[in-house]
């Protein structure tokens, strides 16, 4: 396909990106640290720390894996705590070392925790002391050696730390009884690793930088292989993508999405750091009014997310006298940006809120909309610098523009593969070497593409093909409606029919007013025939619906 996209750049972005720039994410945090040494890195709870401090703490880690611990190069350090100043310090510590980062949703069961820990090979763990019980019931049948466990407060400082971790353990109870033989507590670790000189590893382009789980939602979650090359590629992409609109030693980002995530890992914690920026770490991002309330602490220019986490945002009523005079930024991505959504937040902030796409797989970034947009245009956006999409059909084949297809996707952010699945890796790709998304999308002539929705998504309603994105769009924008997710659900006569479960903004909504706005803006055949009201919908660790379980729940009850 050719790049037609490169005509709809905005000025200064570039067609190719160096991807060559730093060896490893080891050069690029060092090259970062002497360039903004007393500079903030991180800001959490109040806390703050410099890209020094940083520096030396992540090499005292280092040391403790390597002179300590005595790991092996390419040993697995799994990682298992929200947003805290801890991950960044074992991030880069692990990665400096010569290691490779397993992250890992610390909202997982036992049996989803075993998997991973099993699957990955992880050697160690750092896991925050909320989670350890589950990590408890898994240890036995794991190959984990190395357990070491922090607390929420363990950073904060004297006399704040014991405060929150008296808070956290005493009166909220958030800690359930675990007992682990033999663990490390964090500071210990790090004190531990004082003692020892970190050893520069020598990292290359083809290491492996993360195993990061994906498809737990649509089956046993396999480990993406994404290498230092994959990562700082896509930095470097999406770096591009920004330069003109931010300044280095300047910024400020906003980091609610867990770190543990690739959207939030690379585009917020990678590339930020990589131009000096101050990155404020919400811990928990569910607490609206609490997340408001430390927005009103920074004058923030950045913020990343994912559509429900906006739309929470703008329903809290505080949210709207925050001071967005320095604000720059807001990008959406992880699911679709609903028109309601990013009308309403244009006009409470001043600023569009524009949507992005990426995928694990690929590092993620892979679409990002022009930050010169006047408007929300209801696209993914255009492909990043140095990337290539094809839209193909079911038979393999390049549709024409305009035409329906599977996006696929070559370029240095794409990984090499899933961690011991050389099945599964190969069906990923094309024989040309192109990523298949699973994802069914549209390219205009401008380059703009429009997803259209996941394969497994779709709704075959007497034959006509009807996408949940569309149907939830029109459904969230009534005013009494908060949240929205569309699937499809048996019908004798249709085959399918839509199903839509919603959380009212307002009690007096009635499955009726829904129905009968969808019939103003929909087909026939696309109006939901089913509303089930909720008090909340399911979603992953970063908010994402998942339809998926709405479906299995639709298909169990009939």
């Known amino acids: 396909m050719d790049k037609i996209w490169l005509k709809s750049y905005p000025p200064g972005v570039p067609a190719e990106i160096d991807h060559h720039q730093f060896a490893s994410l080891a050069d690029l945090f060092e090259q970062s640290v002497r360039k903004y040494g007393n500079r903030t890195a991180y800001i959490n ?5 410099t890209y020094e401090e940083l520096d030396r703490l992540s090499a005292r880690f280092a040391a403790y894996l390597q002179g300590e611990l005595k790991l092996p190069r390419g040993a697995r350090v799994a990682l298992m705590m929200p947003n805290l100043l801890q991950y960044p310090v074992a991030m880069f510590g692990s990665l400096r070392g010569g290691y490779t980062v397993v ?29 350890a019980h589950t990590l408890e019931h898994v240890l036995p049948k794991v190959p984990v050696r190395h357990v070491i466990v922090t607390s929420l407060g363990e950073m904060l400082g004297f006399p704040k730390s014991a405060i929150v971790n ?15 033989q033999g663990h490390v507590r964090f500071s210990a670790a790090l004190e531990l690793g004082a003692r020892h000189s970190m050893k520069r590893a020598e990292i290359g382009h083809d290491d492996i930088a993360f195993l990061q789980y994906t498809g737990g939602t649509t089956g046993t979650a396999k480990g993406a292989v994404l290498t230092h090359g994959n990562i700082v590629g896509n930095l470097q992409q999406a770096h591009a993508w920004i330069g003109p609109y931010v300044k280095e030693g300047e910024e400020v980002i906003i980091t609610a999405l867990p770190l543990y995530h690739i959207f939030s890992l690379t585009a917020n914690c990678l590339t930020f750091f990589k131009i000096g920026a101050t990155n404020v770490l919400i811990t928990n ?3 609206i009014p609490g997340f408001v309330k430390e927005l009103a602490k920074h004058p923030f220019t950045v913020i990343t997310g994912v559509n429900t986490l906006f739309n929470a945002l703008l329903n809290n009523a505080d949210f709207a006298k925050l001071d967005f005079s320095r604000f720059k930024i807001a990008l959406g991505g992880g699911m679709a940006v609903q028109q309601a959504v990013a009308d309403k937040w244009k006009k409470v902030t001043g600023k569009v809120l524009y949507e992005a796409y990426g995928l694990t797989e690929t590092s993620p970034a892979v679409t990002i909309n022009p930050l010169d947009l006047a408007e929300f245009n209801h696209s993914i956006g255009l492909p990043v610098s140095s990337t290539e999409v094809s839209i193909r059909d079911d038979d393999g084949n390049e549709v024409a523009v305009g035409q329906r297809g599977e996006l696929c996707v070559r370029g240095p952010q794409v990984m090499k593969g899933y961690w011991n699945r050389p099945e599964d890796s190969a069906r990923a790709f094309t024989a040309d070497g192109f990523f298949r ?37 029109v459904v969230a924008s009534h005013p009494g409606v908060l949240e929205v997710a569309a699937v499809g659900v048996p019908d004798e006569r249709s085959g399918e029919a839509v ?60």
């Open 437 to 473: 998304t699973g994802d069914i999308a549209v390219m205009d002539e401008q380059g703009f593409i429009r997803l259209v929705d996941r394969k497994k998504d779709m709704i075959l309603v007497s034959g006509f093909n009807v996408y949940p994105n569309e149907i939830e769009d």
């Open 45 to 49: 709870m109040g806390k703050s720390i």
């Open 103 to 131: 992250n890992v949703n610390p909202l997982y069961t036992a049996r989803e925790l075993e998997h991973q820990l099993k699957d990955s090979g992880a050697d160690a763990i750092v896991i925050l002391e909320n989670f």
């Open 499 to 558: 199903k839509v479960f919603v959380v009212k903004k307002y009690p007096a909504l009635t499955a009726e007013a829904i129905v009968a706005h969808c019939r103003e803006n929909l087909t026939g055949y696309k109006v939901p025939h089913h509303v089930e009201f909720r008090d909340e919908l399911p979603k992953t660790n970063v908010g994402k619906i998942l339809r998926r379980a709405l479906r299995d729940e639709s298909a169990h009850a009939g």
């Open 166 to 180: 008296f808070v956290v353990r005493r009166i909220k109870k958030m800690v359930p009884a675990w007992h682990i």
């Open 285 to 287: 991002p569910r607490d």
